[in-house]
């Protein structure tokens, strides 16, 4: 490979892995190019990206991303890279899933979700979260349920002392 393809290579690297919110270290090893073509492709449908890059380019496009990797964990062997600048944990589940589905490889090294150093267990734990925007309405429900309690108990004190003016009024007529 020639200087300026390597150089080439890591410019459009570094430009992606500076804007991506997830980056995994992943191991293909015993991966068709099939199968690599399949996972990438369900990846793209979560706004996801999956690169074989070589060990010491990838090293030094994370370096210039400005992604500290210092005894985070190792570059041995075949290693492909997983990023994306979309939803993280979409992308984990896509991931997860074409994982199980090909006997667990390729297999995750170690990575980085919003520039924080995750182990390849925290990885597959974070695949099992729901989406943002699902985190998101639980959310909203859980901080508007305290208001509906209240709506509920004023409303049933308004009810129950209608009834009673409503009682108190057939009884007079009677």
Same mark, same amino acid.
């Given at each position: 490979m020639l200087k300026q393809q +390597? $150089? +080439?290579i890591i410019e459009e690297m570094e430009e992606s892995l500076?804007? $991506?919110?997830? #980056?995994?270290?992943?191991?293909?090893?015993?991966?068709?190019?099939?199968? #690599?073509? +399949?996972?990438?492709?369900?990846l793209r449908k979560v706004n996801g990206e999956y690169r074989v890059i070589k060990n010491t380019l990838l090293r030094i496009s994370l370096k210039n991303a400005g992604i500290n990797t210092d005894d985070r964990g190792s570059f041995d062997g075949?290693?492909?890279?997983? @990023?994306?600048?979309g939803d993280p944990i979409l992308a984990?589940? $896509?991931?997860?899933?074409?994982?199980?589905?090909? $006997?667990?490889?390729?297999?995750? +090294?170690?990575? @980085?979700?919003?520039r924080q150093f995750i182990t390849a267990d925290q990885a597959k734990e974070l695949s099992t979260l729901p989406p943002r925007d699902?985190?998101?309405?639980?959310?909203?429900?859980?901080?508007?349920?305290p208001i509906y309690s209240l709506h509920a108990v004023l409303s049933s004190l308004l009810r129950n002392f209608l009834h009673v003016l409503d009682g108190i009024k057939d009884k007079k007529s009677n």
């Open positions: +390597k $150089a +080439k500076s804007s $991506a919110h997830l #980056i995994l270290l992943t191991d293909y090893k015993g991966m068709s190019v099939e199968s #690599i073509t +399949k996972l990438r492709d369900e075949t290693t492909a890279i997983l @990023f994306t600048s984990l589940k $896509a991931f997860y899933n074409f994982s199980n589905d090909n $006997a667990n490889i390729p297999v995750v +090294k170690w990575g @980085f979700m919003e699902v985190l998101l309405a639980q959310l909203i429900g859980q901080m508007q349920a």
